[in-house]
């Protein structure tokens, strides 16, 4: 349908899920990524930040911003990791793929990490 998820619902079809849910993914789909690129200066004059590494363990451990915080992309989503972010820091995610840090970025937005920018 070419207008999407709002000309399904105004065609009359059922939406199944949370509608909340919904909204959210269509809010963030209006976040204007490139605003959330930051370097490393800009990221270290932020009040409180933590830099998240998602990338493969071993190029992490090839190189890495000083005191970032190594996160399996696989294991995002487990309690530790999830103990270990503090909503109350920017979060600064690094990925080898721009794709995969704005995916990143926007999962961590639906979830309400108000702060969030992609390492560039």
Known sequence: ?????KGWKKAGFPVVGQLE????????N????????????????LKNYTF???RDKS???KGHIKG????????MFSKPM????????????IHDEPAVAGVIAAT????????IYIFN
Not at 21 to 28: A, F, P, Q, S
Not at 30 to 45: G, H, P, V
Not at 108 to 115: I, S
Request: proline share 2%; net charge negative.
């Open 21 to 28: 849910l919904l909204n959210d993914l269509i809010d963030v």
């Open 108 to 115: 961590l937005k639906l979830m309400d990490y108000p702060d």
């Open 52 to 54: 998240v590494d998602f």
């Open 82 to 93: 999830m103990e270990e972010l503090n909503k109350s820091n920017s979060l600064i995610i």
């Open 68 to 75: 970032a915080n190594h996160v399996d992309y696989a294991n």
């Open 30 to 45: 209006k976040i204007d990524f490139a605003a959330l690129l930051i370097n490393e200066k800009d990221a270290k004059a």
């Open 1 to 5: 349908m070419k207008d999407g998820i």
């Open 59 to 61: 190029k992490y451990d």
